[in-house]
């Protein structure tokens, strides 16, 4: 089993939909996770923090699930300018006093008109 | 402003030379990485550095290598035994050693294409 895994999708979504991605990690001591976006050709930037009590920002919604070892993002009212790659993170403690960053392979969404 | 700093941003190299790829930050971050990444595909960390004179490999480390004498700094060289070279490198860095909750900030990447 791989130790982070994502729907590749891709997802092709009118505008203003919602969108749910879930990413499973394989690795229970798994201790942080978040979501990157990356926009074609571009490096990812951080889109959010995933928390246990499952966090929100403004359109997004980001939640853990500890005990199914999964994480999920929820996109409503999708926009045009959703359209990229979301990549799911996880932070795992290697020893010696450092983590370790697992990238998921992404999912790609597209939003149409 | 600060920042990660990739150069250059494309690049590319005859089969047989080796090539260095820079990475520069001025954040202050403990941590730095080099991933590599292909068409449709995610992610694979190559090598990582947790402090100055010190460094690990990722997953496809073989036909690279790195430095970090310098905080700021983790050059990565592409040598002639990388088999596949040609892909999408991203450097990235985070802050203190040990910090689980930190995000890593991504400089904007080198595209090397062998020819």
């Known amino acids: 089993r791989k130790e982070v895994e994502q729907d590749p999708g891709p997802f092709n979504v009118p505008e203003g939909a919602t969108v749910a991605f879930n990413c499973t990690y394989s690795n229970s001591a798994s201790q942080s996770f978040f979501w990157y976006r990356q926009d074609c050709r571009k490096e990812p930037k951080l889109l959010m923090s995933?928390?246990?009590s499952g966090n929100e920002d403004g359109r997004f919604t980001a939640q853990l699930n500890r005990a199914s070892q999964y994480i999920s993002l929820l996109i409503r009212d999708s926009k045009l300018s959703d359209s990229a790659t979301y990549l799911c993170v996880v932070v795992l403690y290697s020893g010696a006093g450092s983590y370790q960053l697992t990238f998921g392979k992404g999912t790609k969404l597209s939003v149409i008109p | 402003d600060g920042g990660i700093t990739q150069s250059p941003k494309y690049l590319f190299r005859k089969e047989g030379q080796n090539v260095t790829l820079s990475c520069e930050q001025n954040?202050?971050?403990?941590?730095m990485y080099w991933y590599r990444q292909d068409p449709g595909q995610g992610l694979r960390l190559i090598y990582y550095?947790?402090?100055?004179?010190?460094?690990q490999k990722g997953d496809i480390a073989e036909g690279y290598s790195v430095s970090r004498e310098k905080k700021e700094s983790f050059p990565l060289t592409v040598t002639s035994a990388q088999k596949n070279p040609t892909a999408f490198y991203l450097c990235a860095s985070s802050p203190r050693l040990g910090s689980m909750n930190t995000e890593a900030f991504f400089g904007q990447g080198t595209r090397l294409t062998v020819v």
């Open positions: 995933v928390y246990s």
């Open positions: 550095s947790q402090i100055v004179n010190d460094f």
């Open positions: 954040l202050n971050h403990d941590a």
